[in-house]
């Protein structure tokens, strides 16, 4: 007789609450630099802000710069961020976004030619990685996370090759900063904090070959079914729209990570974002704290469930 596997039994995970007051501060202190455009003094600003942040929850913070040539031949002085929390834990999950700033403002029919100031793209991301961050230095969780804040992501040409866009992504793809590094999954925010956004899935078929497009497939499947069995449907939208040029796209093209992307993609709209996307509008005003709470809370209970 074969012996009977007694069942699995389920655990009622504890998920800590998201300060969304919290979150909606980190945005306006990164605003207060100004733009966070490469070889700047606001991006400088900026970057010893999040590594002082990421060193107050104790997280071990690695600093990973580089230089790299924008399409208009310029070379920009770029860090990638990484924050790793239990940095010895086997099991890991990435958790990123971009902290650079759009060096204009081109779907602006203002000021087109000066840097934005960037509250959704930018600052928003970063924001609720810094409140998850203090969340688990308050909460201590049986996983290893890694805080990826990836650099040069805005710097691409309007219409060019994507190739442009996301250099740092690019780098950390080819050159991770850790030998041999694995996780087991990766999210990326982008644009996570203003009023009204609505969060939709991918269609990747025939972006990448079929079986890395069925794991990151299944990772959007798992964190949009949680998102709406905690009744946030109305903004996770079980939606498919064509693929997006963002820095999880590179993760998934140079790594086996399968990373996916929280992202504000509105139905009506013709950019594909929000109306204050790569313009002027993208300041303080369209933050709502409780986007940034209700995503910033749906990650936590992933990592969470996870560990």
């Not at 630099?33 to 070889?39: A, S």
């Amino acid at each position: 007789p074969t012996e009977i596997a007694p069942p699995v039994e389920k655990k009622n995970v504890r998920v800590p609450g998201i300060n969304r007051d919290s979150a909606k501060q980190n945005v306006l202190d990164q605003l207060i630099f100004g733009p966070r455009v490469p070889n700047s003094r606001g991006h400088q600003n900026t970057k010893a802000w999040i590594i002082n942040k990421l060193n107050s929850y104790d997280v071990q913070v690695t600093e990973q710069d580089f230089k790299v040539e924008d399409y208009k031949g310029t070379v920009l002085d770029a860090t990638n961020i990484i924050g790793a929390i239990n940095p010895d834990h086997p099991k890991r999950i990435i958790l990123a976004a971009h902290w650079d700033t759009r060096f204009m403002a081109d779907q602006d029919p203002q000021r087109i030619e000066d840097p934005i100031i960037g509250a959704d793209d930018g600052a928003s991301g970063v924001a609720v990685l810094l409140e998850i961050a203090r969340t688990i230095s308050e909460n201590p969780i049986d996983l290893g996370v890694d805080l990826i804040f990836f650099d040069a992501e805005d710097q691409g040409e309007g219409q060019g090759k994507i190739e442009t866009w996301c250099l740092g992504s690019q780098y950390w793809g080819q050159n991770p900063h850790v030998e041999g590094y694995q996780a087991k999954f990766g999210i990326l925010l982008d644009m996570v904090g203003a009023k009204g956004a609505i969060f939709q899935t991918e269609n990747l078929n025939g972006v990448f070959e079929d079986e890395k497009v069925q794991k990151i497939t299944r990772l959007y499947n798992k964190v949009w079914n949680l998102a709406q069995s905690m009744g946030r449907g109305n903004m996770f939208l079980n939606r498919q729209i064509n693929a997006l040029t963002d820095d999880h796209y590179f993760v998934n093209l140079h790594t086996n990570i399968p990373m996916m992307d929280i992202v504000n993609r509105p139905i009506e709209s013709t950019t594909g974002f929000g109306p204050h996307w790569h313009t002027h509008r993208d300041d303080f005003s369209i933050i709502d704290k409780n986007v940034l709470g209700i995503v910033g809370q749906l990650v936590t209970a992933v990592i969470y469930k996870e560990s």
